[in-house]
């Protein structure tokens, strides 16, 4: 029989051996899966630089034209109007898209029963004024409105735009409408002197930021007006309209108000264009 002792030393020897068999498994699991999990990484860099030689070798053609796109377009915010601020003066043709174009020069033609007016518009210094006339323009929202004020003392100008200036005679709501949505003001010539100088087109507002409509008027005579008005563009054509318009005089309406009047010598826009010079 075998003694006490040795019956000890055999069972300490199978236990050792059990535990040395268990961490040799141990260690090839680790291995294993240090194996396959290094096998993924690899694989994922692979992938990513597939895509990366895709897209910077052999090139991304939608990738490219937004990038383009996005270099010569500007996000514009249109402030549609609340119901309360809405009235029968107001007309409603949608809202612009939201992205515009900051690139090229566009020609406004202005066609009226006197003849027409042009000016030149720079895309770069007003995208979103200019994509407001656009759109406002593509709806035939100026056909057969009048120009509805002028003033031939201080600011010197030719107000014109409101869709609800039309028909026969004049009503006291002339100059109060415009287009289901305002907007923030561009190019304002805080640096120059004077801010408006004869033959300039700019938008008329509240006077209150972020208030641009469809209202613009034309500068036929230097004026001291503050810089608070988008300047639109430049008039290329027609000022001897304006100034024979200027040279008949108003009617005094507005004069207790904003200054001015309508003027006596009636302009009717019959079409406004505004297309890619």
């Avoid at 656009?134 to 100008?157: M, P, W, Y």
Wanted: aromatic fraction near 4%; include cysteine.
């Amino acid at each position: 029989m075998t003694s006490t002792r040795e019956r000890q030393r055999a069972a300490a020897r199978a236990r050792l051996e059990k535990e040395m068999a268990e961490r040799a498994a141990r260690a090839r699991k680790r291995r294993q899966t240090q194996a396959v999990v290094g096998a993924g990484v690899v694989l994922l860099l692979v992938v990513a630089g597939t895509a990366w030689l895709a897209s910077n070798v052999l090139g991304d053609d939608s990738g490219t034209d937004n990038t383009a796109q996005d270099a010569n377009s500007v996000q514009c915010d249109w402030v549609e109007l609340a119901d309360g601020e809405r009235s029968p003066t107001t007309k409603d043709v949608g809202l612009p898209d939201t992205q515009q174009s900051k690139a090229g020069v566009q020609t406004m033609t202005i066609t009226t029963n006197l003849g027409p007016i042009t000016a030149r518009i720079d895309r770069s210094a007003v995208p979103c004024t200019a994509g407001s006339f656009t759109h406002l323009a593509e709806q035939n929202f100026f056909d057969n409105t009048k120009c509805h004020r002028l003033v031939t003392e201080g600011i010197k100008v030719l107000q014109c735009g409101d869709p609800s200036a039309t028909g026969e005679g004049w009503r006291d709501t002339d100059g109060t409408g415009g287009p289901s949505y305002r907007m923030a003001e561009e190019n304002l010539p805080a640096d120059k002197r004077p801010p408006y100088p004869a033959g300039v087109i700019a938008m008329a507002n509240s006077g209150q930021p972020s208030s641009s409509g469809s209202q613009f008027f034309i500068v036929y005579g230097d004026s001291p007006l503050d810089p608070n008005y988008t300047v639109l563009g430049t008039i290329t054509g027609g000022m001897d309209i304006v100034n024979d318009v200027a040279a008949a005089g108003d009617d005094g309406a507005f004069a207790q108000q904003a200054g001015g009047g309508h003027p006596k010598k009636e302009v009717v826009i019959t079409d406004l264009t505004m297309t890619d010079a």
